[in-house]
């Protein structure tokens, strides 16, 4: 029969097996195959052929065609796609049978026959030492590809011994029983025989192999690729270590490192370090700078004050002698008061040092407009005595000098504290502490009154005075029904301490709030410090980041206009308050000019555009302008709207008036000098933080560059030749040691430095690490009670496997183990791990991946709390 014109059917009952080529035929609906009744005159014939074909092959029965029957309700996935078919029966790759035969137990491996006879350990071979002997068997575990350590000692009475072997020597035997085992972890020591017996001959100390065993019981691998992973066979170059500590010193993260050293060697596989060895440096550094941090801190602070004595640093104890509070003020920011000291915000910051202890910040701005810190504390508490002794020492730095306005948030205890010190200084209130403090319930005000914020924002920003203020408050209270708002009845009786109105008289420059303080808090937190931080590394941190932020002033600012007035501003302000300037110009083009009609120089300046939104807004403002042409010094000139007065500008209205006049010359009491590239006053100290000059008046800096032309020569001859680099090296190293024996002339290490400026005698204090502050940015659970003592601070130590730590593995409480537990065990929780499923932190990668899926209430115990402390100050491991 053609196979073109027939198909094979199945002939029992319900089942049917059509030929791929009838499934593959395109049809509109499912295919069923049936045989055609067979007529009277072949019935014969179809009898016989039936019964030889039953005989031959069962129930197989070959038909002539194939009809379609009425299609069914659904059609399998797979018909009409032939090579879709043909995907889903082809069966996955399995592995190789030889592979799944349990390997033999006595089976040895040894290195490779090709390796050179010269390299390979044997009895005749003599060494200078015990330290070359094993010198020359690690070469040797590095060629063959397996790790080595050093193992027990073998020493006699007239010589010395000592083993090396493979690092799967031995047997793990584990210290605790298996239900309490808190980590699956395997161990790589499967009991290996190979290793050498190294022992000393004679007085000379010259060492030889007396016992040498060369089978392992696990493959080598001598790869080059995963020898040098291997911890006997790493090599760090001690420059690529000391560029590793420096970018852990700023704080750059174990991704980036890794990938800078990739850069530098050209690859991964030529990178003897590992992101796991990386981790691991860290974490030791982190324990290291750990231990004695209030020492520390001293000497950096002594170290600070032999560089410049106007260093200002001041302890706080408690009956313990244990650090309470510290404050400390460098020369540069002593420096920076004596020149902006008029207007200062204090706000604290929290998770800055391990300690929880919050950051105090004094904050001002400069001639640039930029955030200047004048001086910084770490506090234990916020309660009024200590920010009391906190004023009273910045005040005794500042000597004696107080601010103009201080700007803080609503709290009672600064409140007090800035009443019982700064007597002469203005206290206001930070406006943005203010309504944040009542943000939940303004955000439910704003839902109820679609436009009550636009408007509650104009009425607090626009220049009212106190009258108008008040007139437009209950414009606004009428206008939206709020008048039973209890929300707006305490700002409206805050108001004379944080709206703008009520203070005009009073200089506050750009600072109406605390956001400058805000911004250096985001600053310092962003990438000098974190909740982990050491107290003296947070000190040199923050000394960083006060170097970095330093101003730089580089050329004058581009006159906007060709009025005489606009080129000397631009030639007197610096380049950011004339910017400011320019925007106040170009809003005094949306206002006209019309003189008094019965009082001479007085000008109303009228905004060209009407309100419309706000009825109460005032877009007229009364101008008083007297021009001296004769004695420019004597001219006057006043706002109604005191913008002037209030921040020391220019107010869009004053800018008008002077364009219609066409006024020349500003008189210099308009102009602060804060504002000036001359803001700058002398001081009797020196403001530099650091001595980085020589005698002869030439710093750090420029001896480097002096040194870089020649060192640039020396390397780009050097690296065309191996000889020529061993030369080199040879050579520096020679000139390295002439070089240390010379006398430092730059730095605090001069030897007139300590005769010149000789420290005077140190408050003792406790080298003991202080508790966890007791403050609204502690951590969880470590907040004392009023009056109790503070909790100690963590330094992550991790629990030890004791009776009183282990936690049991049937209820996960410490104290006892899972045999004298009386409780049930709970159910057991799945112990698979879905396919991108994560816990937030763990081993498996970053945030949100690579974690345990499953995770209940009840599923916080050991193995969780060590992963924490992996996450933050890495653990040791080897390949």
């Excluded at 010589?159 to 605790?176: I, L, M």
């Excluded at 490192?257 to 990386?278: K, P």
């Excluded at 410049?308 to 509070?325: G, L, T, W």
């Excluded at 970053?846 to 060590?866: A, L, N, P, T």
Aim: hydrophobic share 30%.
């Amino acid at each position: 029969m053609d196979a073109g014109d027939s198909a094979l059917v199945w002939a029992s009952s319900g089942v049917s097996l059509v030929s791929k080529r009838v499934l593959a035929s395109p049809v509109s609906g499912p295919l069923s195959v049936a045989a055609p009744q067979p007529s009277p005159e072949s019935a014969g014939v179809g009898d016989a052929a039936n019964g030889a074909g039953g005989a031959a092959n069962g129930a197989l029965s070959r038909t002539p065609e194939v009809q379609m029957a009425e299609p069914l309700a659904a059609s399998p996935p797979w018909i009409g796609d032939e090579m879709r078919y043909r995907r889903i029966m082809t069966p996955p790759v399995c592995v190789e049978p030889e592979r799944m035969v349990t390997p033999d137990v006595a089976q040895t491996y040894m290195h490779n026959e090709n390796l050179d006879p010269r390299l390979v350990p044997n009895f005749e071979m003599d060494f200078d030492s015990l330290e070359h002997a094993y010198e020359f068997y690690r070469h040797y575990a590095e060629l063959a590809g397996f790790n080595i350590k050093r193992n027990r000692k073998r020493d006699k009475k007239e010589s010395e011994g000592q083993e090396f072997c493979c690092s799967g020597e031995g047997k793990h035997k584990s210290k605790v029983a298996v239900v309490d085992r808190q980590r699956d972890h395997t161990s790589k020591r499967g009991g290996c025989k190979a290793m050498v017996l190294a022992r000393t001959t004679g007085v000379d100390g010259r060492a030889c192999y007396t016992h040498i065993v060369f089978e392992h019981n696990h493959k080598l691998v001598p790869t080059p690729s995963m020898t040098r992973r291997m911890r006997s066979h790493k090599k760090q170059d001690p420059a690529v270590v000391k560029l590793v500590d420096t970018m852990h010193a700023g704080h750059v993260a174990h991704v980036n490192v890794m990938r800078v050293l990739r850069r530098f060697a050209g690859g991964s596989e030529n990178l003897h370090l590992t992101e796991r060895d990386i981790q691991n440096r860290r974490a030791a550094q982190v324990r290291e700078e750990r231990v004695d941090d209030i020492p520390k801190l001293q000497a950096f602070f002594r170290e600070c004050k032999l560089n410049n004595p106007q260093f200002f640093y001041e302890f706080q104890v408690d009956d313990k002698n244990v650090v309470k509070n510290v404050f400390w003020s460098h020369a540069s920011q002593q420096g920076d008061y004596a020149d902006y000291s008029g207007v200062v915000t204090f706000d604290t910051t929290y998770k800055t040092n391990q300690y929880s202890m919050p950051l105090a910040m004094f904050v001002g701005f400069n001639s640039q407009l930029q955030n200047v810190v004048f001086g910084q504390a770490l506090l234990r508490d916020e309660k009024a005595d200590t920010f009391e002794w906190l004023f009273k020492q910045f005040r005794a730095c500042m000597g004696g000098r107080d601010p103009i306005v201080i700007f803080t948030d609503q709290d009672p205890s600064i409140e007090k504290a800035v009443r019982e010190v700064f007597r002469s200084t203005y206290h206001r209130y930070c406006r943005w502490h203010v309504t944040n403090k009542y943000r939940l319930e303004l955000n439910q005000l704003n839902a109820q009154h679609p436009g009550l914020s636009d408007t509650l924002t104009s009425v607090i920003n626009h220049p009212l005075s106190p009258a108008e203020f008040v007139g437009a408050w209950e414009a606004m209270l009428d206008k939206y029904s709020v008048h039973e708002s209890r929300v707006l009845a305490k700002l409206f009786d805050e108001r004379k301490m944080w709206i703008a109105s009520y203070f005009k008289e009073i200089f506050c420059g750009t600072m109406t709030s605390t956001q400058r303080s805000e911004s250096v808090n985001n600053v310092v937190k962003r990438g000098y410090c974190d909740n982990s931080t050491t107290i003296h590394e947070f000190a040199k941190s923050f000394l960083e980041c006060l170097e970095h932020t330093r101003e730089n002033e580089t050329r004058p600012s581009v006159p906007y206009t060709q009025y005489r007035y606009d080129k000397q501003l631009a030639r007197v302000y610096t380049r950011a308050v004339y910017h400011e300037f320019k925007e106040r110009f170009l809003s005094s083009t949306a206002f006209f000019v019309r003189p008094h009609p019965n009082k001479a120089n007085y000008f109303l300046v009228s905004h060209t555009r009407p309100p419309t939104e706000f009825p109460w807004l005032q877009h007229e403002f009364w101008v008083k302008a007297i021009v001296k042409r004769d004695v420019p010094e004597e001219s006057v000139f006043e706002c109604e709207c005191m913008r002037m007065e209030h921040t020391g500008m220019f107010c869009p209205h004053l800018v008008c008036v002077l364009t219609n006049l066409q006024v020349e010359h500003i008189p210099s009491k308009y102009i602060p000098k804060r504002y000036t590239r001359e803001a700058k006053v002398a001081t009797a100290f020196d403001r530099h933080d650091r001595m980085f000059s020589g005698p002869s008046g030439e710093t750090k800096a420029s001896r480097m560059l002096e040194l870089l032309p020649d060192w640039c020569a020396l390397q780009q001859s050097s690296v065309m030749s191996s000889e020529a680099v061993s030369k080199c090296k040879e050579l520096l190293r020679q000139a390295l040691d002439v070089v240390k024996e010379i006398p430092h002339d730059v730095g605090p290490s001069a030897p007139t430095a300590a005769a010149q400026n000789p420290v005077q005698e140190e408050q003792r204090v406790s080298a003991s690490a202080p508790p966890v502050s007791n403050t609204k940015g502690g951590r969880r659970g470590s907040v004392a009670r009023e009056g109790g003592d503070a909790v100690p601070a963590p330094h992550f130590n991790r629990p030890q496997t004791t009776e009183h730590t282990r936690r049991c593995s049937t209820c996960h409480r410490s104290g006892h183990n899972a045999a004298t537990c009386g409780r049930e065990p709970p159910p057991k929780r799945p112990r698979g791990r879905p396919v991108g499923s994560g816990r937030g932190r763990g081993r498996g990668g970053r945030k949100g991946g690579g974690g345990r899926g499953y995770v209940e209430e009840d599923d916080i115990d050991e193995e969780d709390y060590e992963m924490e402390l992996d996450d933050e100050c890495g653990s040791e491991s080897e390949y």
